[in-house]
């Protein structure tokens, strides 16, 4: 068992992986036209007090020096303060991470067990009408636009129906009139369903797909004929010894579909104007906001490659013929 | 999804948890109800705010910082200046200041009178105060402030209530720049000065510093902000315009509170708008909403002109537009009544001079014109004219020798080369529909004399980085959405001084005698001598067009009648000051 | 007669490829947008106001819905939607085409040398993949895009390509691991053939059928990144595209007002990439004998 190591040698590896993003993505942000300042187009601004800024921002030191400091300060913990806020950018991205994980993990959640309970359906009725018809509705919520499809529930559910708000996360009338807490956590649920409803669809889609190929391949095994066998009922082979075994790939699937769960996550949020990380993301990009993009891009990328690590190791533990 | 299928086998053996998907769907499904339940009948009690909605999330309330649009907004209720705009007349009038300013040309000296203000929290409003803001523009350098402040020696407080300001030389934008700046308390921010100065970077500390009261006099405070979703202000009880009639307005605020919900898109707050959840949006609407808003009897429109500047400019540095003739021909074939009737849809004014039209003491109308009244065919025939007569030819000119149009061929310079492909640079159409339709509408008027014009839209900071950065460009479309009102900006985009890579004067025009004009109304304290001044400086630009001034258009804000009614009319429309200290609520 | 072998297997795979459904139904979807695409040629020659970025019909000022002149309508400023619709269905081939091509050349040439290479090579190549693929690739899109301002369509392209190589990489390599202790390879390599030789002439002609399966794939991914990254306002702005548009009518503030205008171009969007996955699956029988089999079965 050459277990210890294996993790050892993923660890490193995964560190290794980091500090080449860290490293790459400081020399691409310094390397780039154009600086914090270059948007300001406010004549009362004279090119003294340009030169004064990045100054005061530190942008006028030698790459070399930017770049020590800079890993300097992350590995003692310090992200930065933002150019735009001019707060701590750690304190941003805590107050902005709340939203992203509320509604990531919610749809997340939704979408894996609606989509393997749906798949399980489906593969068990392979070839049916039932099947077709999921499976294809499926391929559907898969490949559908999702800044197309997030547009078109906010224009019906929300604006012709006036069912959801239009964006944000809280009624502020509600909130400054000192609604109970009740009331105000069914506001933010409110505020939620739009935004969970798309990132719903689009990743049931995948899930269903995903669970209804893992379950044909997991039905053609030995033990489920040995279960047939034995004269089990139906329902029990597929609900007991089928689906949790087909099921739990999909589960770890999460932690591989991360990445496009974010590319979809960053579209939602701008959307609905969800005030969490990908949209803060996006907006901090735009203004040349090194240190906030930097921090949220590094976040994004620490997470996922530690649910890939996870998925490894988990693999790993399960499999023993895995070593390395 | 192969792949994924081959790694399934470790997960035989694992048998452990069962998944609960009844259970977890059927509360999915009574949260639904219970929200929709509850949405459906919330939403009737409402206590009596001013609500205005916000564009996007204010970057800072730290003063030093939040120098955009949305903290501007909310700041500007709490720090006030000594002297500031009337909204009608345009005139500088005394705000903080008790009276108008007293000038004394021998010694340079300019001594001003303080109300007996207080700050919101109740302390007195004095000159240490005033001369504490001096010294911390001089100490970090604020940038906005700091270079103009710098034509002040030395601040003298006579009394609690009266400071000397004495000149290093006579300052024509002593009343319109140095005293607009915002006052701050000493007692707010000693600490952190004293402590932002000890650091290796002062300014980016004192930025940096976490505002969570702003202490100002202003006629609001900060009661409460939540981050993302709105901000609270309530009214200051020691304001100091309270009652009081300063330029014939009798001031409020005459409302107790204010909520500013930020939305994130125009859309989802001009719909609050008409569903009234808000009683006003600070932003300019585009004309594409305007239909649907006319029609609301409930909502009032206000058009206003806006001190705005959107010009067409050229690269001086460079051929083909290094030719002063060329760039006058290209100015006469510009359809200005086009771009104004299809671009701004009739919400704006032509533009004739740099200074804008609503600008009316520094607005000059007797420039040179070009084009004007003439229909398409006498604009390219007059062009061609002035290009003959300069010594350009073509293979096929644009006017046939019977004077009929012809679609023109290759175009050569007076030298007889033949002009190189040129660029016309824009802001992409999200950023500024305006400006990009304006470019390529220009391009079709540029080809109808067979000049090879490109359009090409360009996102916003690498079109500044090009254009303002590196001069490397032909033309550009820009513009300023808010223009100072003191014309001293035409010193900024044109004096030779400023041609360098990153400053003000982009397209490179040198002219000794504009630098001349420059540099002296700049210590002209004379308001009529400065204006001839500043008129013949516009006179000079609209004869050699470094830019080519296109369109300027109105501001549109709408506001809803029901609840509140008083806004304060002015150039660059209803957002600012005066309204909320006049807004009433109507019964 | 290695001609006549191929014409007959293509044959057969044709054969197999459209008695099914999704086959089918994907090749008739793209079919109908091939058309669009072509035609997009030809509506400017009607009269240039249909041009999908500078033509301006004289007498509209602000957003129309359908007509006869403009059988979908306009934009805010008298642009033909249609017109751009078509521009759009252009483009969105010439992207998706273009960047899986490229993709699959770099993944087919890496899987190749990696499977074929071993040891360190191969390691270092698929750690490489391994990380490439688990990035997000809009949101390394969308800072590159913003970092460097302006992209014109075939950078984003080539980007596109590079985030979505190593899929196919890794495919091809175990590919390649199986083909290459095969004895036919070993007696080329006795024979004294190189390297490039092998791979080139015996190892290249057996994966390329999987790499074009896996080229199908990365169309519809590619199709959906650049959209994605147009209506987020970071694309080419000279360039009309379904993406583009989609940021056009949020922009301008006609989302709500103008369905015409948003439904036409995400639509689009989705069938087509819709339409390459079903080719995709489609593909995924004929050449998986294994799926084919039991598709059949049942």
């Given at each position: 068992m050459a277990k210890p190591g294996y993790i050892l040698l993923k660890l490193v590896e995964v560190g290794v992986i980091f500090f080449v993003i860290l490293t790459a993505l400081f020399f691409l942000f310094r390397l780039s036209?154009?600086?914090?300042?270059?948007?300001m187009v406010d004549p009362m601004l004279t090119p003294e007090d340009m030169a004064h800024l990045i100054q005061q921002m530190g942008l006028d030191r030698p790459m070399w020096e930017q770049y020590l400091i800079y890993v300097k300060n992350f590995f003692t913990g310090h992200f930065g303060v933002s150019f735009?806020?001019?707060?701590?950018v750690a304190n941003i991205i805590v107050d902005k991470l709340k939203w992203t994980i509320l509604l990531f993990t919610t749809s997340t959640f939704l979408a894996a067990v609606v989509g393997v309970f749906l798949g399980k359906i489906a593969a068990w009725h392979k070839g049916s009408r039932l099947d077709n018809v999921m499976s294809i509705s499926a391929l559907v919520c898969y490949t559908l636009f999702i800044p197309w499809f997030a547009l078109l529930l906010l224009w019906i559910?929300?604006?012709?129906?006036?069912?959801?708000?239009?964006?944000?996360?809280?009624s502020p009338a509600l909130w400054i009139s000192n609604a109970p807490l009740i009331v105000r956590i069914l506001d933010v649920l409110h505020h939620l369903m739009l935004p969970l409803m798309t990132l719903f669809v689009i990743n049931l889609g995948s899930y269903l797909l995903l669970m209804r190929s893992s379950m044909l391949s997991v039905l053609r095994e030995d033990y489920i004929l040995t279960a047939r066998a034995k004269g089990l009922s139906e329902k029990v082979i597929r609900n007991k010894h089928a689906a949790r075994n087909a099921a739990l790939p999909v589960i770890t699937s999460v932690g591989l579909s991360l990445a496009f769960s974010i590319n979809g996550g960053a579209l939602t949020e701008q959307i609905f104007t969800w005030p969490g990380i990908g949209r803060e993301l996006i907006f901090a990009v735009s203004n040349n906001d090194y240190p906030l993009a930097q921090a949220c891009f590094l976040l994004i990328a620490l997470v996922v490659l530690c649910a890939n690590l996870i998925v490894d190791l988990l693999y790993a533990w399960l499999d023993p013929r895995i070593t390395y | 999804m192969g792949q994924i299928g081959k790694r399934?086998?470790?997960?035989?053996?694992?048998?452990?948890?069962?998944?609960?998907?009844y259970p977890v769907l059927r509360a999915v499904v009574m949260l639904g109800l219970i929200v929709a339940g509850l949405f459906s009948c919330s939403g009737s009690k409402e206590p009596p705010f001013l609500k205005i909605g916000l564009p996007e999330e204010p970057r800072s309330l730290n003063i030093w910082l939040g120098t955009d649009a949305n903290s501007r907004n909310i700041l500007s209720q709490i720090y006030q200046p000594l002297f500031r705009r009337h909204p009608e007349t345009l005139e500088m009038i005394p705000w903080l200041a008790k009276e108008d300013a007293v000038f004394n040309e021998k010694e340079l000296t300019y001594t001003v009178r303080l109300r007996e203000a207080k700050w919101s929290d109740g302390s007195d409003f004095t000159s240490a105060d005033v001369l504490f803001t001096r010294q911390l523009f001089a100490d970090f350098k604020?940038?906005?402030y700091y270079s103009h402040w710098q034509v002040i020696e030395n601040v003298v407080?006579?009394?609690?209530h009266t400071v000397v300001f004495h000149l290093k030389e006579p300052s024509a934008?002593?009343?319109?720049?140095?005293?607009?700046a915002p006052m701050v308390s000493k007692k707010e921010w000693e600490q952190v000065c004293k402590e932002a100065l000890a650091t290796e970077k002062p300014l980016r500390f004192l930025q940096d510093y976490q505002v969570d009261t702003p202490l100002g006099t202003g006629p609001f405070m900060l009661h409460e902000y939540q981050k993302g979703a709105y901000i609270h202000m309530i009214r200051n009880?020691?304001?100091?315009?309270?009652?009081q009639t300063i330029g014939n307005l009798t001031l409020?605020?005459?409302?107790?509170h204010i909520l500013f919900n930020i939305y994130g898109t125009s859309d989802v707050a001009i719909l609050a708008l008409k569903k009234g959840?808000?009683?006003?949006?600070?932003w300019d609407i585009q004309p594409g909403y305007l239909k649907d808003l006319e029609k609301d009897s409930d909502i009032d429109l206000h058009y206003n002109k806006k001190s705005a500047l959107y010009y067409l400019g050229f690269n001086?540095?460079?051929?083909?537009?290094?030719?002063k003739t060329l760039r006058q021909a290209v100015a006469t074939v510009v359809d200005k009544g086009f771009i104004l009737d299809r671009i701004l849809q009739n919400h704006g004014n032509p533009m004739?001079?740099?200074?804008?039209?609503?600008?009316?003491?520094?607005?000059?109308?007797d420039v040179r014109k070009y084009g004007?009244?003439?229909d398409q065919k006498t604009r390219i025939k007059a062009a061609w004219q002035m290009l003959v007569d300069a010594g350009y030819s073509w293979?096929?000119?644009?006017?046939a020798s019977d004077g009929t149009l012809t679609k023109p061929s290759d175009i050569r310079l007076p030298s007889g080369e033949k002009m190189e492909k040129f660029v016309i640079l824009t802001p992409p159409a999200d950023y500024d529909p305006k400006r990009a339709f304006a470019g390529t509408m220009i391009q079709e008027w540029l080809r109808l004399l067979g000049m090879p014009a490109f359009a090409r839209p360009m996102a916003f900071n690498s079109l500044l980085e090009t254009v303002?950065?590196?001069?490397?460009?032909d033309a550009f479309v820009l513009g300023y959405g808010k223009l100072d009102?003191?014309?001293?900006?035409l010193a900024s985009f044109?004096?030779?001084?400023?041609?360098?890579?990153?400053?003000?004067n982009m397209s490179g025009y040198r002219n000794p005698e504009f630098d001349k004009l420059a540099e002296k109304q700049k210590s002209t304290v004379d308001l009529q001598v400065r204006r001839q001044m500043i008129f013949d400086m516009q006179a000079m630009i609209l004869e050699d067009i470094p830019y080519y001034p296109l369109y300027n258009p109105h501001i549109i804000e709408a506001t809803v009648n029901k609840r509140f009614a008083g806004w304060v009319e002015r150039v660059d429309g209803i957002g600012n000051i005066w309204s909320l200290c006049m807004v009433k609520p109507v019964d | 007669m290695l001609n006549k072998y191929f014409v007959s297997r293509f044959y057969k795979g044709w054969q197999i490829f459209i008695r099914n459904p999704l086959g089918k139904t994907g090749v008739i979807i793209l079919g109908v947008f091939m058309i669009m695409a072509v035609a997009s040629f030809l509506v400017?020659?009607?009269?240039?106001?249909?041009?999908?970025?500078?033509?301006?019909?004289?007498?509209?000022?602000l957003s129309t819905g359908?007509?006869?002149?403009h059988w979908l309508g306009t934009d805010n400023?008298?642009?033909d939607i249609l017109a751009q619709l078509l521009e759009g269905a252009k483009v969105a081939f010439i992207v998706g085409l273009s960047s899986a091509f490229f993709s699959i050349v770099i993944g087919t040439l890496i899987g190749m040398i990696a499977g074929y290479a071993g040891g360190l090579v191969d390691a270092f190549l698929m750690r490489i993949a391994d990380i490439i693929m688990v990035l997000p690739s809009l949101v390394i899109l969308l800072i590159l895009a913003s970092l460097f301002g302006q992209f014109n369509i075939w950078i984003i392209v080539f980007i596109i390509a590079i985030m979505r190589w190593p899929a196919v990489s890794r495919v091809i390599r175990s590919q390649t691991l199986s083909l290459k202790h095969r004895p036919f390879i070993e007696a080329s390599r006795v024979a004294g053939a190189s390297h490039i030789r092998i791979v080139l002439r015996h190892i290249m002609p057996n994966v390329l059928p999987l790499a074009f399966l896996y080229m199908t794939f990365r169309v519809t991914s590619a199709i959906l990144v650049e959209a994605a990254l147009s209506f987020l306002g970071?694309?080419?702005?000279?360039q009309v595209s379904w993406g583009m548009m989609l940021q056009w009518v949020w922009k301008s503030g006609h989302m709500f007002q103008a369905p015409y205008w948003l439904i036409p171009p995400g639509l689009c969007i989705s069938l087509l990439t819709l339409a390459f996955y079903m080719l995709g699956r489609a593909m995924d029988e004929v050449l998986d004998p294994r799926l084919r089999k039991e598709g059949q079965a049942e």
């Open positions: 036209p154009g600086d914090p300042i270059s948007k735009h806020y001019g707060e701590p559910l929300g604006f012709k129906l006036g069912l959801f708000p239009l964006g944000g996360v809280l | 399934t086998n470790p997960f035989r053996q694992l048998r452990n948890r069962e998944f609960r998907i604020i940038p906005r407080a006579v009394d609690d934008v002593f009343l319109p720049r140095v005293m607009t009880p020691h304001f100091f315009g309270l009652g409020g605020p005459y409302v107790d959840d808000i009683d006003y949006y600070w001086l540095r460079k051929s083909p537009f290094n030719d004739h001079s740099i200074v804008p039209a609503g600008n009316r003491f520094w607005h000059n109308q004007e009244g003439m293979e096929t000119p644009p006017v303002k950065g590196k001069h490397d460009f009102l003191d014309p001293g900006y044109f004096s030779s001084k400023n041609d360098n890579p990153r400053d003000w | 400017p020659l009607i009269d240039p106001m249909y041009d999908p970025m500078t033509g301006i019909d004289p007498d509209i000022k359908p007509s006869f002149t400023v008298g642009r970071f694309g080419d702005p000279s």
